[in-house]
């Protein structure tokens, strides 16, 4: 079955750029009309969603985080990745990436059917 | 900077029936898009419980209810049991945002 797997640094300076990849195996990236999503959570806080790519390239981002956020598509390796500027301590932390499927439509919106086990990213001086 | 409005935690007594409300709006519930729940047990990542509003993955045991009127929706746990306890979140599409999800509900069994 298709799974994710985060990799990226654990520890990050304020004003860095994070990098984080998602590797997905067990099935093409290409194959069903999905998303590949970005998602954190606030140590002991809600989920957020960050942003979500088709395998084409259509990308859709947070307004909150928009001007920091890229997100990028490696079809040669089945994997997609985030990159995230001006680091500050209110970026720490846990990435999810997910994949975003829909029932019937996709504009009745997606919901996330698959999720890696996430990674820790702390923004530290 | 959610925009989908839960309690923050209910409790029940195993066996016991639980519901939990998401609360949006006209730009998100409101406005059609279909309501999603999510289950993140303690250290885990969170797992899909229902899809478009009322539709169980396969594997979620029919304990797992969910429902949606209006600008809101709710989720039901019958027959409460101990590894329920854990965060429970509504996700969906808002007009502005695209990917909402709600404050999050802690379920405790008692």
């Known amino acids: 079955q298709v799974r994710l797997q985060e990799s990226g640094p654990g520890l990050m300076e304020p004003s860095q750029t994070l990098s984080l990849t998602c590797s997905v195996s067990g099935g093409a990236m290409n194959s069903g009309n999905y998303y590949w999503s970005w998602i954190r959570q606030h140590p002991e806080k809600g989920l957020e969603w960050i942003a979500f790519?088709?395998?084409?390239?259509?990308?859709y981002y947070n307004p909150s985080l928009k001007s920091r956020v890229t997100l990028s598509v490696d079809k040669s390796d089945n994997h997609f990745s985030l990159k995230l500027t001006s680091l500050t301590a209110a970026d720490t932390s846990v990435y999810f990436c997910?994949?975003?499927?829909?029932?019937?439509?996709?504009?009745?919106?997606?919901?996330?059917?698959?999720w890696g086990r996430g990674t820790l990213v702390t923004v530290s001086s | 900077q959610s925009v989908l409005t839960q309690p923050p935690s209910v409790s029940g007594a195993p066996g016991q029936r639980v519901t939990i409300s998401c609360t949006g709006s006209?730009?998100?519930?409101?406005?059609?898009?279909?309501v999603h729940w999510y289950q993140q047990l303690p250290g885990t990542s969170p797992k899909l419980l229902i899809y478009?509003?009322?539709n169980r993955p396969s594997g979620v045991p029919d304990r797992f209810s969910a429902s949606k009127s209006g600008t809101s929706a709710s989720l039901a746990i019958t027959g409460l049991q101990a590894e329920d306890e854990g965060d429970y979140y509504c996700q969906s599409h808002d007009n502005y945002v695209r990917g909402v999800f709600g404050t999050g509900t802690r379920v405790s069994v008692l």
């Open positions: 006209r730009s998100n519930i409101g406005a059609g898009y279909d």
């Open positions: 997910a994949r975003a499927a829909y029932h019937d439509t996709p504009v009745k919106g997606r919901f996330f059917d698959l």
């Open positions: 478009a509003n009322n």
């Open positions: 790519t088709s395998y084409s390239g259509d990308t």
